[in-house]
């Protein structure tokens, strides 16, 4: 259910921006008119502009929610998206002609031609071009929102998967302890029948066998570096070499021994 919440909101959210982005671009188109547009006066040129710019918005949006709704398995997403403005460019050259012959500016300049069929589809054609340019460069902004509502969804989805993933690492062993740990678990260390547990906000101590913990704690979150030790991957700051001997310093500086039988398993982690 919270998926489709965040989905209506996720629309919602983008139909807002469109709507802003296009009645600022019309307003900024009026602020900028030219004589030609003087005729209407300063609110007739902003309501013209805001009325064109809207049935362009309105052309755009409604051929790409059917483009996306019908060709989504077979387009990938930059594909539906040059589909939708090419074909939306089609009925809104025929709207926004009708528009400007009822206003008295006949783009197609049929005041200077022959009206006859042929010379009509020739000037369909030519304000299709004359208008593609303009119509590419709005429906890109328009589109804006929509692009980076995705990219960050995806960021979002991103993070929330990787906070599951440690969630479910920390929820075996470590999760059932009680009272809860504080902080995050740094590393363990077996001490007869019980294990000393170093975290972020000081030590515990747990009874329970240590090769039970270490089996109970996903390889995603640590691994076991000695017989009687367990380190957290991210709290590994530094390897420490001493002759034969390998120890790791952890985040807190404490220096963790590593055993031979572990090394090659060490040297892997470390090498990833």
């Given at each position: 259910?919270?998926g489709t919440?965040l989905?209506?909101?996720?629309i919602?959210?983008?139909e807002?921006?469109?709507?802003?982005?296009a009645?600022?671009?019309a307003w900024?188109?009026?602020?900028?008119?030219d004589?030609?547009?003087?005729?209407?006066?300063?609110?007739?040129?902003?309501?013209?502009?805001?009325?064109?710019?809207?049935?362009?918005?309105?052309?755009?949006?409604a051929v790409?929610?059917?483009?996306?709704?019908?060709?989504?398995?077979?387009?990938p997403?930059?594909?539906r998206?040059?589909?939708?403005?090419?074909?939306?460019?089609?009925p809104?050259?025929?709207?926004?002609?009708?528009?400007?012959?009822?206003?008295?500016l006949?783009?197609?300049?049929l005041?200077?031609?022959?009206?006859?069929?042929?010379?009509?589809?020739?000037?369909f054609?030519l304000?299709?071009?004359?208008?593609?340019?303009?119509?590419i460069?709005?429906?890109?902004?328009?589109?804006?929102?929509r692009l980076?509502?995705?990219?960050g969804?995806?960021v979002?989805?991103?993070?929330e998967?990787?906070l599951?993933?440690?969630?479910?690492?920390?929820?075996?062993?470590?999760?059932?302890?009680?009272?809860?740990?504080?902080g995050?678990?740094?590393?363990?260390?077996?001490?007869?029948?019980?294990i000393?547990?170093?975290?972020?906000?000081?030590?515990?101590?747990?009874?329970h066998?240590f090769s039970?913990?270490?089996?109970?704690?996903?390889?995603?979150l640590?691994?076991?570096?000695?017989?009687?030790?367990?380190?957290?991957?991210?709290?590994?700051?530094?390897?420490v070499?001493?002759g034969?001997?390998m120890?790791?310093?952890l985040?807190?500086?404490?220096?963790?021994p590593?055993?031979?039988?572990?090394?090659?398993t060490?040297d892997?982690?470390?090498?990833?």
């Amino acid at each position: 259910m919270s998926g489709t919440y965040l989905k209506q909101d996720f629309i919602k959210l983008e139909e807002f921006w469109i709507v802003v982005l296009a009645l600022l671009t019309a307003w900024t188109l009026a602020a900028h008119q030219d004589a030609y547009y003087a005729i209407f006066g300063v609110l007739g040129s902003y309501l013209y502009w805001t009325f064109r710019i809207l049935i362009e918005t309105a052309f755009l949006t409604a051929v790409l929610f059917a483009v996306e709704k019908y060709c989504h398995r077979i387009l990938p997403t930059w594909a539906r998206y040059v589909s939708a403005i090419l074909l939306s460019l089609i009925p809104f050259t025929l709207a926004i002609t009708a528009l400007d012959l009822v206003m008295g500016l006949p783009e197609l300049g049929l005041d200077s031609i022959d009206l006859h069929s042929g010379s009509r589809g020739w000037a369909f054609g030519l304000e299709l071009f004359y208008l593609l340019d303009n119509h590419i460069i709005l429906s890109v902004i328009l589109l804006l929102p929509r692009l980076l509502l995705q990219i960050g969804s995806q960021v979002a989805n991103v993070t929330e998967s990787d906070l599951k993933k440690e969630t479910t690492a920390q929820a075996s062993f470590f999760d059932s302890i009680n009272p809860p740990l504080d902080g995050r678990v740094y590393c363990m260390e077996a001490q007869e029948h019980y294990i000393s547990i170093t975290t972020s906000d000081g030590n515990r101590m747990v009874l329970h066998r240590f090769s039970d913990a270490v089996k109970q704690t996903p390889s995603t979150l640590g691994m076991q570096v000695h017989r009687s030790h367990w380190v957290a991957h991210a709290a590994v700051k530094d390897v420490v070499i001493e002759g034969q001997s390998m120890k790791l310093k952890l985040i807190d500086d404490k220096e963790v021994p590593v055993s031979r039988s572990f090394r090659t398993t060490v040297d892997k982690q470390l090498n990833n």
